[in-house]
């Protein structure tokens, strides 16, 4: 059965779409018109422009185009959601904002501390991954799917986590902490490790765990998030459950779920991993080169004043 029985705005999100075009068009207000109320600040780089445009395209991909409708119906596309929103969006949002507009918001008050604390490096990768892997035990996600209050505010809150997670490694604060380059390889690498465990349950579950992807009732509930109620009771047709859009089984489509999520977390983060090795190798070159650059001219300079010597004793 075509998804398209629910309707354009449950598909499209014309009001998503707007909130989108909104942001772009503050980001702009912020970054190019109003630049000069910030004590500190440099003209806007293209590739700031490129990472955050990008950003609001993957945002509205996301969570605003069928992707989102068809994550309420199938698993598989909802943990691909997961990963796109919570280990790329990330990267592109802090990329994508200029650290002189990060600065003052980061260094405000109460935000000052709150941000010092959970961007330490231990706190951020063990915040992020109870948060995710607290998420996808069966009875919350369950429960939190059927309120949209907490769904929406759980969500802005896994984001806002994932963010945490990645600032010790990529922000582009010049003199705010920053991790180098070998940590940052470990760091990532103990992300993957950790979050393996939550990937793992839905992996080897030998049965569905989820009710709001089996049970009909439940996930009627659930799709209110995304479709809006009077659309759902006017369809002319009767809907049983997820599977009359999927030839998945439901427990096919959730092990599938876990291996997808897994697999797009380790791309992301083997993509990390080679930058923050080509750095490392660069850097390590470029001291070596100049380790050896100084050795030959103290040998040099050493052995002119030898010669001078010898010359004078002469």
Known sequence: MSISIFGFRALWSPGLMVVTVLLIALYFLITVKFRHKFKESEPLTRSEIVYFLLGMLLFYGIKGT???????????????????MLLLLPIFIIKGIPWWVWKPVINAPIIRFLWSFFTRPVVAILNFIALFS???????????????????????????????????IINQIPDGPKMKNLNSIVYIIANAVLITPACALIIFANEPIYAT???????????????????????????????MFS????????????????????????????????????????????????ALKAHQEKWHKEQASIRQTQ
């Open 66 to 84: 069928p992707v989102d409708l068809m994550g309420h119906i199938m698993f598989t596309l909802h943990m691909v959601q997961m990963a796109l």
């Open 134 to 168: 607290f998420y996808h035990i069966p009875m919350v996600l369950d429960y939190v799917k059927l309120n949209g209050a907490l769904h929406g505010g759980y969500s802005v809150i896994l984001f806002i986590s994932a963010v945490l997670m990645y600032w010790p």
């Open 213 to 243: 992807y089996t049970d009909g009732e439940a996930w009627l509930k659930a799709m209110e998030l995304c479709v809006p109620a009077g659309t759902l009771a006017n369809l002319s047709i009767s809907i049983s459950g997820p599977e």
């Open 247 to 294: 030839s998945l089984t439901t427990i096919m489509d959730q092990q599938m779920g876990g291996v997808i999520m897994k697999i797009l977390q380790e791309i992301i983060f083997g993509v990390l991993i080679t930058i923050f090795f080509m750095r490392w190798f660069r850097e390590d070159r470029a001291t070596a080169d100049q380790v050896t650059e100084d």
